[in-house]
């Protein structure tokens, strides 16, 4: 749209959307069903394609194939925040580039999986300010989902209560009835 490319998610595929486009988003209809909001992309004055990728799009296909992520036209437009951005140009210069893009690839399913995209680029930050590089493992330990249901007590009322709502139900049945 006005030579900006738009992912959208893979299950649209073959599907025609309509689309509401405004200054800052677009609302992306499916029929008369809203489905999502993008964020708006502005082309460059030079006349070439820009590009707004959300990676939670296109990352079960890079799960599949980890090693697209380094030749991805769109890599750069591909990480949520900078900090992925630094994480993978560090994973490149320490691990090599089939290890870097297997790992980055992972980082972004654990923030699309466990919805912590915000969480995880400070951990992120954090580790690469300090000289290190966070490890997957350390990452999936500390962003576990929580599998419980919250604890709920119920407390009964007393028998006699539910005696004594029956015996004023009963009167005023019996008022009604004598009126």
Same mark, same amino acid.
């Given at each position: 749209?006005?030579?900006? +490319?738009?992912?959208?998610?893979?299950?649209?595929?073959? @599907?025609?959307?309509?689309?509401?486009?405004?200054?800052?988003?677009?609302?992306?209809?499916?029929?008369?069903?809203?489905?999502?909001?993008?964020?708006?992309?502005? $082309?460059?004055?030079?006349?070439?394609? #820009?590009?707004?990728?959300?990676?939670? @799009?296109?990352? @079960?296909?890079?799960?599949?194939?980890?090693?697209?992520?380094?030749?991805?036209?769109?890599?750069?437009?591909?990480?949520?925040?900078? #900090?992925? #951005?630094?994480?993978?140009? *560090?994973?490149?210069?320490?691990?090599?580039?089939?290890?870097?893009?297997? +790992?980055?690839?992972?980082?972004? %399913?654990?923030? @699309?999986?466990?919805?912590?995209?915000?969480?995880? =680029?400070?951990? +992120?930050? *954090?580790?690469?300010? *300090?000289?290190?590089?966070?490890?997957?493992?350390?990452?999936?330990?500390?962003?576990?989902?929580?599998?419980?249901?919250?604890?709920?007590?119920?407390?009964?009322? %007393?028998?006699?209560?539910?005696?004594?709502?029956?015996?004023?139900?009963? $009167?005023? +049945?019996? =008022?009604? $009835? %004598?009126?």
């Amino acid at each position: 749209m006005r030579k900006v +490319i738009y992912s959208v998610p893979s299950r649209l595929t073959g @599907h025609r959307l309509r689309v509401l486009l405004y200054d800052d988003r677009l609302d992306c209809f499916l029929g008369s069903s809203f489905l999502m909001t993008l964020r708006r992309g502005r $082309a460059p004055s030079d006349g070439k394609r #820009a590009r707004v990728v959300d990676y939670r @799009h296109v990352i @079960h296909a890079l799960k599949r194939k980890p090693g697209a992520l380094l030749n991805l036209v769109y890599r750069d437009q591909l990480f949520p925040c900078q #900090a992925y #951005a630094r994480l993978f140009d *560090a994973l490149l210069a320490r691990e090599g580039d089939k290890r870097a893009c297997k +790992i980055m690839v992972e980082v972004l %399913a654990l923030a @699309h999986e466990r919805a912590c995209e915000a969480e995880l =680029a400070e951990a +992120i930050a *954090a580790a690469l300010e *300090a000289g290190e590089l966070p490890e997957l493992a350390t990452l999936r330990q500390r962003f576990v989902p929580t599998l419980g249901f919250p604890e709920v007590s119920v407390t009964l009322g %007393a028998l006699s209560a539910y005696d004594e709502l029956a015996r004023v139900g009963l $009167a005023a +049945i019996d =008022a009604r $009835a %004598a009126a």
